[in-house]
């Protein structure tokens, strides 16, 4: 079935790097991606791979995809207060849709 | 509008009444989808439209939940006989379907308790 796995809570110091792993199940997922939750603030998209690629980088972030394995990782590099929230990791489905992890709370130590 | 608009932001109810929630997505988004998010858990998909009708309702976890979209732009998701398993923030986003990268815009939610 659809399902989409990811580790539960991540605790990081300050100025280290965060990387957050996930697993999904349908190897036709045409793009992957990392949703964002704030404290008390809806998703936000945070940013997203297409199948066909292996690696994405965007500044601090850096998104790995190894279809085989079905395995994705989003890496934050020079980890800030700010990136305290919750990421989820999602897949897509057939045409449209969606479907999310159970999300990594991500705790920055000082 | 700007953003997905979500109404009611919070709704308390009892316990067998009937609720209505409303989801207005952004202006010529084609794509409207519903979650449910429990405390601690990830967004559960319920069901997604294409225009006005449910391209997928597979997440519709009875019949006690309904969801329509009659003209292709506002949604109202319906949940008959409500249950104390039913509260939970009702999430709903919109996107431009096609062949785009197919992002959510995310609504804020409506907090549904059920006494």
């Known amino acids: 079935g659809e399902d989409v796995e990811q580790s539960l809570f991540l605790s990081v110091r300050e100025g280290d790097s965060s990387v957050i792993n996930c697993t999904y199940t349908d190897s036709s997922s045409t793009y992957l991606y990392w949703y964002k939750q704030e404290p008390g603030a809806g998703l936000q998209l945070l940013t997203y791979i297409f199948s066909n690629m292996d690696m994405k980088q965007d500044q601090r972030l850096t998104v790995l995809l190894n279809k085989k394995d079905k395995h994705l990782s989003l890496r934050i590099a020079d980890t800030q207060t700010g990136d305290s929230a919750i990421y989820f990791c999602?897949?897509?489905?057939?045409?449209?849709?969606?479907?999310f992890g159970k999300g990594t709370r991500l705790h920055i130590l000082p | 509008g700007a953003g997905v608009s979500q109404t009611p932001s919070n709704k308390v109810t009892e316990k067998g009444k009937y609720v209505e929630l409303r989801c207005d997505p952004i202006s010529g988004h084609t794509a409207l989808y519903w979650y449910r998010q429990s405390l601690g858990q990830g967004p559960e998909f319920l069901i997604y439209?294409?225009?006005?009708?449910?391209?997928?309702d597979s997440g519709l976890p009875n019949d006690r939940f309904f969801a329509v979209r009659p003209e292709g732009s506002v949604s109202t998701l319906k949940i008959q006989r409500t249950e104390r398993g039913d509260s939970a923030m009702y999430l709903c986003a919109s996107s431009r379907g096609g062949t785009g990268t197919g992002e959510l815009f995310f609504g804020e939610g409506s907090r549904l308790t059920v006494l």
């Open positions: 999602a897949e897509s489905i057939g045409d449209d849709k969606i479907i």
């Open positions: 439209f294409q225009g006005t009708g449910a391209a997928d």
